[in-house]
Each structure stands twice: as structure tokens, then as C-alpha cells.
């Protein structure tokens, strides 16, 4: 069983930044992939990006150039560093793990971009 724990997320300012933290029980380096989800009010959840066990990454449109995300195996954990932020990235933001044909998710940390 895959439990993952997000972290990191709040309330800030546009154009603040925010590193959000991902924490899976196990070995990440056994998963597939990983990766981070949104939800904002009354839309379907969306990527935002992901990284594979290989080291290959993957960005959506609108976050390319402003969001980094990266891994360390040692510590089981991804984060997402997210800088120049939007009110339109204002969602709960999701982690997203690729393991042995399953997928898992954790249960979301709100990310709210005002001012």
C-alpha cells in the first residue's frame, strides 16, 4: 500500500512562491513516476507536472518556467517549487504516484494565490 503525504501549501501574495512537499511511505525510487495535480473550484483536476523514474520531466503549459519539480530518493519525498505565482493557480494541489499498475494519490494541500 502507497500513502502519500502532501505538505507545504497556504495562502500568498501573487508573485510569491511556495514549495510544496510530497512524502511517500517506501522507496520512491521504485515507483514509476510521480507527479503533481491540481483542482480549483468547479474544474476538472489537471497535470502540472511530472517526473518519471528515469529523470525525465514533464510540465503543463501554464506552469513551464515558474514550477520546478524535483525528487530525493533518499528522503521518499517530490516537491514542487512554485515561484511567480497566480491568482489562477489558486487549486488543491495533489501528489500522484505510478507503482506496480496502481495509481495513488494523496489527499491534497490548498494552494491560494491573493492578495
Known amino acids: 500500500q502507497v500513502q502519500l503525504v502532501e505538505s507545504g501549501g497556504g495562502l500568498v501574495q501573487p508573485g510569491g512562491s511556495l514549495r510544496l512537499s510530497c512524502a511517500a511511505s517506501?522507496?520512491?525510487?521504485?515507483?514509476?513516476?510521480m507527479g503533481w495535480y491540481r483542482q480549483a473550484p468547479g474544474k476538472e483536476r489537471e497535470l502540472v507536472a511530472t517526473?518519471?523514474?528515469?529523470?525525465?520531466?514533464n510540465y503543463a503549459d501554464p506552469v513551464k518556467g515558474r514550477f520546478t519539480i524535483s525528487r530525493d530518493n533518499a528522503r521518499s519525498t517530490v516537491f514542487l517549487q512554485m515561484n511567480s505565482l497566480k491568482p489562477a493557480d489558486t487549486a488543491v494541489y495533489f501528489c500522484?504516484?505510478?507503482?506496480?499498475?496502481?495509481?495513488?494519490w494523496g489527499q491534497g494541500t490548498q494552494v491560494t494565490v491573493s492578495s
Open positions: 500522484n504516484a505510478l507503482y506496480r499498475g496502481g495509481i495513488y
Open positions: 517506501g522507496s520512491i525510487f521504485s515507483f514509476n513516476a
Open positions: 517526473i518519471a523514474n528515469g529523470g525525465s520531466i
